[in-house]
């Protein structure tokens, strides 16, 4: 591993650098409350999860992985932010602010929280492959928790959505980052399924909109003891 | 031939799900489901026979794999869903005649029931953990639109539930792939997501990492399980679901995503000792056990309370699985084929009561025996097998994990099995409380007189049965069977054969296991680790 294609120094200093876009494209999305600008950033995180993906792959030398890496790039900076804006798009003029069960200023101290929880707990991850890959875990366990922060505390069903993605670019990172490649077969599942959940949601909240009009999510309350 | 055998469970539903998709939902194609579902049943049973005598099996380069576990577990999804099949025809006529439904749906219901059943018999033969989560997560895609297939608010916001909920959950426990596949990849000898490489290499896994795989893949796969914390979305989609896919989904799919907590046991185990998975499994049994009780007492909807049962009894589970002993584990494996045969027969009955009565809240539904005695047989026996009444197998499973926790308390004073004790005896109490609250509920269903009521018109009872499940102010049209026209059929079909035949069945289990002994024996020392 040690013998790459770049020097070990610049290797780490570019991942740190994607890494890092992860991070920053996270707190970006929790922090602004269009959900325009939003999908363009979530559509921005995606080309960092994707350079991240290209970045391993040239450093291990693999064509494979390469080729994941297009399709990463494909699937979450295109297709999926497409998806998002056509069901913006469709959403009307009304629904375009989220409203947060949580602040702006407390959502921006819970992810600085949630960093340092990330960091706390993936110690044993750093632990274990001293490469620089695994150094970067920490950030991308950040953005997981950051993900599950937005999908819980959003009341939008658009938002929502954006959380469980945000999420699951976290998780993808993750598992580039710990292994390269985790099984060709298994990618393709987890890629599919993403998309096959996006999709199953969108056909969801388009049948809310035909039966009630301009329902969303958070309207529906029905279902409780 | 072994390859094939192992194969037919998935290709067999995934045929019928072609042909419904070619020929769609009509009078020849109605018992397609059934055929499909006793073909994995078949199938399942002449796996068991091929691994008790001959061991395990792998097949397309090791993605597939079988055991006595995962050819019991495909028993379990073969029986139920020959019972859900069966019942279904007629529950889909009943709701065509109705109105309630049309053509388009009806066949879009069997097509995708078929591919449910493929997926969950993927997840019991995947051979690796990576192929399992596929299968679950593929579990999760195809039953969100079954959730959301009645018209009404209701069900869509049941769907969107499920599926935010269940996938974040999921996603969780991909994250605790990733990570142990790390801890696999960086043991003294590395291996890959297969049981049998991970089982081998886990002693040296790395105990920091893969305690966090561990707790993630739990609370993941605990999610589609139905255990709490994150359980919320179960009442809502059980109880908005078409009545043999609530079947199907509280009989077997959770606790096919309980298979994989006791497949991922299996690993922590070896690699940590028992008392890290112990612990953490009893702070999911007792949290997702108080939560049941304390919902099912004033429970005002049946089946919601049928969904809060199924937590109870995945809570169950999961305190068998934490004692751990061979014990607990062969009642664990046998609870989860009772419980799988005794909910579904409620799920259906709960569905075809709704049928008759147009509501769903339990105060709107009285003197059901005196309407249609063998519905109310189903349901009665249903609830006394739910609440471990012998001889019912339930009666067995739960006499043995009650034994074996205190066992285990007993014989092991040492570290955390000493506590087994106090969390098995505080299990049995909330348990005794919610048989309480079932029986109560489902006597007030069942028994009394029903209420004298003028004719209701038809369009009353159209506007009562239009809308299910919503609380509907016409409660004495309901209740009472006016009109010899409208009175339920008298002629027993197929469906009420198999309810009560799958009764039997979970009456017969708690007596002898007959020829499922050796197949339970073989799968129990799979998940306590002492398999050969």
Not at chain 1, 130 to 141: D, F, G, K, R
Not at chain 2, 147 to 159: H, I, L, S, T
Request: charged share 10%.
């Amino acid at each position: 591993m040690g013998a790459g294609h770049m020097s070990e120094q610049l290797y780490g200093q570019l991942l740190d650098i994607a890494a890092g876009a992860l991070l920053l494209t996270a707190v970006l999305i929790l922090w602004r409350r269009e959900l325009a600008a939003i999908i363009t950033v979530f559509a921005l995180q995606g080309i960092a999860l994707a350079v991240l993906v290209g970045l391993i792959a040239v450093e291990e030398g693999s064509a494979e992985l390469g080729l994941v890496a297009v399709g990463v790039l494909v699937l979450r900076a295109g297709v999926l932010p497409g998806l998002l804006r056509r069901a913006l798009a469709g959403a009307g003029a009304t629904r375009r602010e989220t409203r947060p069960l949580v602040n702006v200023v407390s959502s921006l101290l819970a992810a600085a929280g949630l960093t340092l929880l990330a960091y706390a707990v993936s110690q044993p991850l750093v632990a274990l492959d001293p490469a620089p890959a695994a150094h970067a875990v920490p950030v991308a366990m950040a953005v997981v928790l950051i993900g599950f922060f937005v999908l819980v505390t959003r009341r939008l069903a658009l938002s929502q959505l954006v959380g469980f993605l945000l999420m699951d670019n976290g998780i993808t990172a993750v598992g580039f980052l710990t292994t390269a490649g985790i099984g060709v077969v298994v990618e393709l599942g987890i890629s599919l399924d993403v998309l096959l959940v996006v999709l199953v949601l969108q056909i969801l909240k388009t049948r809310i909109r035909e039966a009630f009009g301009d329902t969303d999510i958070d309207d529906l309350r029905e279902l409780h003891d | 031939m072994t390859t094939l055998l192992m194969l037919c469970p998935v290709l067999i539903p995934l045929v019928g799900a072609a042909v419904f998709a070619v020929v769609g939902w009509r009078p020849a194609t109605v018992w397609v489901g059934a055929v499909s579902a006793v073909g994995v049943l078949g199938t399942a049973i002449g796996a068991a026979g091929t691994v008790t005598t001959g061991g395990p099996r792998t097949a397309v380069d090791g993605l597939l794999a079988v055991d006595a576990l995962s050819a019991f577990m495909l028993i379990v999804i073969g029986a139920v869903a020959t019972v859900a099949t069966v019942a279904t025809p007629a529950h889909l006529r009943a709701e065509l005649d109705a109105d309630r439904t049309d053509q388009r749906t009806c066949t879009q219901h069997s097509m995708l029931v078929q591919l449910f059943l493929a997926a969950m018999a993927l997840a019991v033969l995947a051979g690796s953990l990576g192929v399992l989560w596929v299968a679950i997560e593929a579990t999760t895609v195809v039953t969100a639109f079954l959730v959301g297939q009645r018209r009404g608010r209701g069900p869509v916001e049941a769907a969107w539930k499920y599926v935010i909920i269940c996938s974040a959950g999921i996603a969780l426990a991909l994250l605790g792939t990733f990570l142990l596949n790390y801890a696999a990849r960086h043991a003294p000898t590395p291996a890959g997501l297969d049981w049998a490489g991970l089982t081998a290499a886990a002693p040296d896994l790395d105990p920091g990492v893969t305690r966090i795989a561990v707790l993630l893949l739990f609370l993941g796969f605990g999610a589609k399980a139905g255990l709490a914390p994150l359980h919320a979305w179960l009442p809502d989609a059980h109880s908005q679901a078409p009545a043999p896919v609530s079947a199907l989904m509280s009989g077997v799919l959770i606790s096919v995503a309980f298979y994989s907590i006791l497949r991922v046991k299996v690993i922590a185990d070896a690699a940590l000792g028992p008392d890290f998975a112990r612990a953490l499994l009893i702070v999911l049994s007792l949290a997702s056990i108080t939560l049941a009780a304390s919902l099912l007492l004033a429970q005002k909807d049946y089946k919601r309370m049928l969904a809060y049962s199924s937590i109870e009894n995945m809570g169950l589970l999961a305190l068998g699985a934490a004692i751990g002993s061979p014990l607990a584990v062969a009642a664990v494996l046998l609870h989860i084929l009772g419980h799988g045969l005794a909910k579904s027969v409620l799920f259906l009955s709960a569905g075809r009561v709704l049928q008759l009565t147009g509501s769903s809240r339990i105060d709107h539904v009285r003197g059901l025996a005196a309407r249609d005695p063998v519905l109310t047989g189903c349901l009665g026996f249903g609830v006394l097998a739910i609440i471990a009444f012998p001889p019912f197998s339930l009666f067995a499973s739960e006499l043995g994990i009650a034994t074996a926790g205190f066992d285990a308390a007993g014989s092991q004073t040492a570290g955390f099995a000493g506590s087994l004790g106090w969390a098995t005896a505080a299990a049995l109490i909330l348990v005794l409380v919610i048989a309480a609250a079932l029986v109560g509920h489902t006597s007030r269903m069942l028994l009394g007189a029903p209420t004298p009521d003028p004719a209701p018109s038809t369009a009353d009872r159209r506007a009562a049965g239009g809308e299910p499940g919503s609380a509907g102010s016409s409660v004495a049209v309901v209740v009472a069977a006016p009109g010899p026209a409208s009175r339920p059929r008298r002629r027993l079909g197929a469906d009420s054969y198999a309810l009560v035949a799958a009764l039997v069945v979970c009456g017969v289990l708690g007596l002898t296991l007959g020829p499922l002994a050796p197949l339970l024996a073989q799968a129990t020392t799979i998940v306590t680790g002492t398999a050969p």
